[in-house]
């Protein structure tokens, strides 16, 4: 029997890349993208068994409308990449009055992992090594007070990363793991703005990985055993700083419930 993955922004960049792994390897893709055109664009253009789920996770009810045509769809999910990501250039909120990247980062993939549990066997999520630069606040990250391009793009990863460990906690008896990885620096559109800073951007990414070399280490864990582990690529090392404090993790995690049950 074929089995089925689910890669999150899959349409563009390491989740296109993704996808394109995924499918050579024999699995059946689901490649979710908030633009139903591009997303189906980019399905087409993919070899192997691919097809486009329009999804968009700003809002706790999207998000919601998301799962509901992934449950029709599967009755199983061998594989679920949390590929899609935002790094603001401003501070916008969402239909829930959240900040858009926290919606996205964060919010989203920890409601899918509920959403999907009972169909689940196997999470990757998608990190980033700047986790280390965030400082997560419950009641703050989310509203994106005090917000900076860098500063809430790492905080959100970091919000994220806090969680992967209490899933892996919460499934050790239900047969489901869950691994995080930082990809690399990667040469894709995350990120991208316009100005002098986009120009120093632009020419600054054209050092940096290709979304292939950046998929690899994403996919090579679709097939993993190992669970609530950070890889740096394809080396497993330790969390460091907020993200190894147990304690915060709780209340982020408390706090997505709350956002989460409340909408």
Known sequence: MTSLAVVTGGNRGIGYAVCARLAADGYKVLLVARDPVRGRRAAAALAGDVECVPGDLTTVASVRRL?????????RVEVLVHNAGLWPSRRVLTGDGLEESFAVNHLAPFLLNHLLEDRLERVVQVSAGLYVKGRAEPGRTAVGADFSSLRTYADTKLCNLLTVPLFADRWRDRGITIDAVHPGVIRTGLGDRGGPLGWLLKAAKRKWATPEEGAAPVAALARETGTGRYFDQTREV???????DRDLARRIWDEAEELTAAR
């Open 67 to 75: 799962a509901e045509d992934l449950r029709t769809r599967c009755p």
């Open 238 to 244: 330790p969390l460091e700083g907020p993200a190894a």
